[in-house]
Nanobody
Framework: QVQLVESGGGLVQAGGSLRLSCAASGSITSINHMGWYRQAPGKQRELVAT???????NYADFVKGRFTISRDNAKNTVYLQMNSLKPEDTAVYVC??????????????WGQGTQVTVSS
């Protein structure tokens, strides 16, 4: 079994910054992709950013130029640096990882989420 634990959420004023972290632990051989999604009240979960094991990144248009995703493969950890935050960025941010645990196929795991609230 694999656990993803997020940290770094909180309350920040518009224009401020936060850095989210997500550490994976458990039965891990290697991790394929890692990423961040978010879900605001009354809305569907949406992709924020992803990063492959080789460091290729993908961002949602609404965060390009403001958010940066990175990962530390040695620590099985993914980060999300969020700058120039806007009130519409308020949501629960959830970590995702595609984990190999000794098989040819990876399994997607999800964290419990961390609340980010941006005040105007």
């Amino acid at each position: 079994q694999v656990q993803l634990v997020e940290s770094g959420g909180g309350l920040v004023q518009a224009g401020g910054s936060l850095r989210l972290s997500c550490a994976a632990s458990g039965s891990i051989t290697s991790i394929n992709h890692m990423g961040w999604y978010r879900q605001a009240p009354g809305k569907q979960r949406e992709l924020v950013a992803t990063i492959t094991s080789s460091g290729n990144t993908n961002y949602a248009d609404f965060v390009k130029g403001r958010f940066t995703i990175s990962r530390d493969n040695a620590k099985n950890t993914v980060y999300l640096q969020m700058n120039s935050l806007k009130p519409e960025d308020t949501a629960v941010y959830v970590c995702n990882a595609g984990v190999y645990s000794g098989s040819y196929y990876y399994t997607d795991y999800w964290g419990q989420g961390t609340q980010v609230t941006v005040s105007s």
